[in-house]
């Protein structure tokens, strides 16, 4: 059942969360008006290889990975986007393209935008096209212990 590992994840640890059902929608700004949720409060996971390694860059809805600057905060000069088909089996509980971004539950680094790192809240996909997860962005941080880095641009 997609969402369920992380869901566990937050129950075990006590957060207080809310789960947010929505129209399907395979888009971060489709999914952020589908949820009635500002595109500044949704973020979305984008998979990225560091020097042949997964992590996860953690943005807005509303922008896009800067390559230079994830290159400039990892000291990596090899920073690509990965494919879909390098990582579809990484999260065989999510939808593909849906997995929320806890990459401490995957063995991976997670980098967020400082956009996401200075709001009350922080809302994302729940592991489905239809549901997300908000919680306290507080309670994010001291769970995943995210790299907070400049790695986005405005889309």
């Given amino acids: 059942m997609p969402g369920k590992m992380v869901k566990e994840f937050l129950d075990k640890h006590r957060v207080t969360y809310e789960s947010i059902p929505h129209s399907t929608a395979y888009t971060a700004q489709r999914t952020a008006a589908s949820a009635h949720v500002t595109g500044k409060d949704l973020a979305k996971t984008v998979m990225v290889k ?70 009350e809240r922080i809302v994302f996909n729940a592991g489905t096209h239809s549901e997300l997860i908000r919680l306290a962005y507080e309670d994010f941080e001291r769970l995943v212990k995210p790299k907070v880095v400049a790695i986005s641009f405005r889309a």
């Fill in 50 to 119: 560091i020097d042949e390694r997964m992590a996860m860059a953690v943005l807005p809805a509303a922008r896009s990975v800067d390559f230079d600057l994830l290159r400039e905060a990892t000291g990596e000069p090899r920073v690509t986007l990965a494919t879909e088909e390098e990582f579809a089996g990484m999260f065989p509980e999510c939808e593909l393209g849906a997995m929320p971004p806890f990459g401490n539950l995957y063995g991976m680094d997670v980098y967020v935008a400082p956009e996401l790192a200075d709001r």
